[in-house]
């Protein structure tokens, strides 16, 4: 049944009769103001409904100013029906959020709360700007209290709110998809007022992508005015989520572009630089004491790292250069186990030899990534686990080299003296086959 039906409408104002008698029961005695603006008149048919939303939601939104949980839950569950049977006007939805505001900072309902927002940008395309700021803003902070059903609750909202603004400028662009109108492309430095050549839903979607570029590079938002937390790991997720759910709209938007070589390539090999620099086994005697790599981040990173490469190398070609390059040196036996391993998940489905090694003057990338797993792998066997002296003991049978086969753990010995070898290898139809050297920097030389 639509939501504006002859059903539905009267359905609605059967509700809203029975929720503002309530109401008034519950106000008669402790708040009369509210008892007193209740009798207002309203409207009958679906068009005054919404025409005079302003006024529909003001005794619900006085009853939620009371701070009295019954009548607040009350109040709310009636703001919910009025939203979704999309009666509620753009003024309306900013009172709505103010009020919503307030009820956060006085840490009430907040499940409602979270609730409310969600029904509010889900059915209704009139929040835009300031006013959705504050909500996801409203969302964020609710996401970083203590009480952890409301903490998971507010996470899963922000990342439905987050998709929901994105949706929307998807939305916006089909609309407008038989007009030719290519805006410009954005010049200069990182400016929030290069957004003006976007319509409305686009232009929240880049002010929102910006600050979260923003937040998690720890630096002040333009947009999300009033944020007072924020977590990489958290920060991290929502980019890869965008990335990954709308890489039409990097690809099809100069703006959204732009962000993406001038904040997030940057970002990254920003948050990369601790995974770069630090050496296993070695920071203990180095003069500066180097950040160990913070596998929450890390792994968050290199899953960035991977949708990059997958949606955007065609965009990004130098940047998606240097982030194969950094994948490569990730896979280096100096560093951890764990770095190596989230390293090798992220690279096992990718090959670049078109775009990189068949170009005269380019980074040999694929070369490279070919030598490092090699390296990787050989070093798994030469060294089963790092930090652990356990040498691995030689397979025995089949024939080998007499002058190095003890050295070898060949199988012309039947074994290796103390279940220790010098050197690993396979045995392949009888034949004794030594695995390569490993050598610095990926490259496998052969011995």
Not at 412 to 436: D, H, K
Request: hydrophobic share 40%.
């Amino acid at each position: 049944m639509s939501t504006s039906s002859p059903e539905a409408v009267k359905k609605l104002l059967e509700n809203m009769q029975t929720d503002l008698r309530s109401l008034s029961m519950e106000c008669k005695k402790k708040f009369p103001p509210v008892k007193e603006i209740l009798f207002t008149l309203i409207p009958s048919d679906f068009p005054a409904l919404k025409e005079n939303s302003l006024e529909v939601v003001q005794p619900f939104l006085m009853g939620c100013g009371t701070k009295e949980p019954k009548i607040t839950q009350l109040c709310l569950a009636a703001i919910q029906r009025l939203m979704s049977h999309e009666v509620v006007s753009e003024a309306a939805a900013g009172n709505i959020i103010n009020m919503l505001w307030q009820l956060m900072e006085n840490g009430l309902e907040e499940l409602k709360l979270l609730q409310t927002v969600l029904v509010l940008l889900t059915t209704n395309t009139v929040v835009h700007d300031e006013v959705l700021s504050k909500a996801i803003v409203l969302c964020f902070r609710l996401h970083f209290t203590k009480d952890n059903i409301t903490n998971n609750t507010a996470a899963a909202t922000v990342r439905q709110v987050v998709t929901v603004v994105f949706e929307r400028m998807v939305a916006e662009d089909e609309r407008f998809k038989g007009i030719v109108e290519q805006p410009p492309p954005v010049q200069g430095n990182t400016n929030r007022r290069s957004v003006s050549t976007l319509r409305p839903s686009a232009k929240d979607a880049y002010m929102l992508f910006q600050d979260l570029c923003q937040l998690v590079n720890a630096d002040a938002p333009y947009w999300l005015v009033g944020m007072t937390e924020m977590t990489r790991t958290f920060g991290l997720e929502l980019l890869e989520s965008v990335l990954n759910d709308f890489p039409g709209v990097f690809l099809q938007h100069q703006e959204f572009s732009f962000l993406l070589k001038e904040r997030v390539c940057p970002l990254v090999i920003k948050l990369f630089s601790p995974n770069i620099k630090f050496r296993q086994g070695c920071s203990a005697t180095s003069p500066a004491p180097v950040e160990k790599p913070y596998f929450p981040i890390c792994m968050r990173l290199l899953r960035v790292v991977s949708v990059l490469i997958k949606h955007f190398y065609t965009l990004l070609v130098t940047e998606c250069e240097i982030f194969l390059s950094l994948l490569v040196k990730f896979l280096d036996g100096e560093k951890p186990q764990w770095l190596r391993a989230v390293a090798v998940e992220s690279v096992h489905r990718l090959s670049f030899c078109q775009s990189y090694d068949m170009k005269q003057h380019s980074t040999k990338v694929f070369r490279d990534i070919v030598n490092a797993l090699g390296s990787f792998i050989q070093s798994l066997f030469i060294i089963p686990n790092a930090g652990n002296n356990t040498a691995v003991s030689a397979p025995a049978g089949g024939s080998g080299s007499g002058g190095q086969g003890g050295a070898q753990g060949g199988p012309g010995n039947g074994g290796v003296s103390g279940n220790l070898t010098t050197q690993a290898a396979f045995e392949y139809r009888g034949t004794w086959i030594p695995l390569m050297t490993v050598s610095v920097q990926g490259s496998a030389k052969a011995t």
